[in-house]
């Protein structure tokens, strides 16, 4: 399989494409990082079992294949410990909206903001994607760090806009445009 490293060249920590025929590494990845994961956001939810891992991940295999979204998984160390995804993916638009997820053992680490970046490069540089959207849980502190790490602006508060487990929840709208995207990552080549 190929994948980029995210470490600086040691290897250690690498972003590559997941795929149907990965389902049981996706499933124990989701296993063991089952109710972190599952504070927000519902992989957990629809990746009970090995069929339905399977179908989530055939699920973003159609997606690529229509260039609708795409899924990533993040390795440290050989082993899956998370991943970023475009959950929605319109070059027509010139929009997309990223998503992520980490076993609590690989947060804090960084990988999920330079997983992002590498998508973020890629949808601007080569698809010419105009906007990138990033969707969080207001309660949700370290997504919302991420994406300001991304050089990313706060949109606005969707109130009690989605139910999740029973409760209303409010969403963080966060996004980044081209030409700021640019700009932040000249910013930060620059220090």
Known sequence: ???TDLNGGDGSAVLGPLEPWQAEEFLAHVDRGRE???QYVGLPDVNKDLPAARAFLQRYADKAAADAGRIFGIRLDGTL?????FRLFDATAGTCELGCWLEPTAA???LVTQACRVLIDWAVDVRGIHRVEWIADAGNTASINVA???GMRKDGVLREAYLYRGARRD????????PEWRAHRADEAAR
């Open 36 to 38: 972190y994961i599952g």
């Open 148 to 150: 300001k790490r991304l």
């Open 171 to 178: 969403e963080e709208i966060w996004s980044v445009l081209a």
């Open 81 to 85: 410990v998370g991943g970023v995804m």
């Open 1 to 3: 399989m190929f994948g």
């Open 108 to 110: 804090g680490r960084g």
